[in-house]
Each structure stands twice: as structure tokens, then as C-alpha cells.
């Protein structure tokens, strides 16, 4: 069993900046890739950031230069700088990571149950 828990959503003035963070819990071996996805209604859902478990990015290309994706292996956390917010980054974003548990013994990809960001004046 695995657990992703996000956090660090909320609403930002345009050009303001949030932190979001996702923390995997469970019968953990290892975490290889993780990343962020956004959502919007009537969109589909959209790769924000990802990172891989050797440190390796990639972006959206309307985010670059804006966000900064990093994890932190101890705490099996990964975070999501975002800065200079625009109001169309207004959405859910939801963590996913493909997880490695050893019970069961398996490999998978999992995700979050997603955090608000809303940018607004």
C-alpha cells in the first residue's frame, strides 16, 4: 500500500509564487520517477514537471524558466517551485511516482488526490 500526500495548493496574486510538495508513504522499496500533472475542466490532464530518481528534468514548455521540480530521497518527497505564476496555471495538480513496494511485491504508477492552485488578483 502507497500514499501520496500533496500539499501547499492555494490561491496567488499573478506573478506570486507557491510550494508544493508530495510525500510518499507506504511499503516503499524505491521511487523511480516522479512528477506533476495539471488539470483543468475540459482539458485533458497535462505533465507539468518530472524528475527522475537520477536527478534528471523535464518541463512543460509554458512552465520553463518558471518552476523548478527537485525530490528528496530520504523523505521520499518530491516539491514543486513555482514562480511568477500566471492565471492560466490555475488547476489541480496532482503528484504521480512510479513506486517499487515490496508488498506487495510490485511496481506502479500512483498518484496523488491533487491540490488546488489558483491564480487570481
Known amino acids: 500500500q502507497v500514499q501520496l500526500a500533496e500539499s501547499g495548493g492555494g490561491l496567488v496574486q499573478p506573478g506570486g509564487s507557491l510550494r508544493l510538495s508530495c510525500a510518499a508513504s507506504?511499503?516503499?522499496?524505491?521511487?523511480?520517477?516522479m512528477g506533476w500533472h495539471r488539470q483543468t475542466p475540459g482539458k485533458e490532464r497535462e505533465l507539468v514537471a518530472r524528475?527522475?530518481?537520477?536527478?534528471?528534468?523535464n518541463y512543460l514548455d509554458s512552465v520553463k524558466g518558471r518552476f523548478a521540480i527537485s525530490r528528496d530521497n530520504a523523505k521520499n518527497t518530491v516539491y514543486l517551485q513555482m514562480n511568477s505564476l500566471k492565471p492560466e496555471d490555475t488547476a489541480v495538480y496532482l503528484c504521480?511516482?512510479?513506486?517499487?513496494?515490496?508488498?506487495?511485491?510490485?511496481?506502479?504508477?500512483?498518484w496523488g488526490q491533487g491540490t488546488q492552485v489558483t491564480v487570481s488578483s
Open positions: 504521480n511516482a512510479l513506486i517499487q513496494t515490496y508488498y506487495p511485491l510490485d511496481t506502479r504508477n500512483y
Open positions: 507506504g511499503t516503499i522499496s524505491r521511487i523511480h520517477a
Open positions: 524528475i527522475t530518481d537520477g536527478g534528471s528534468t
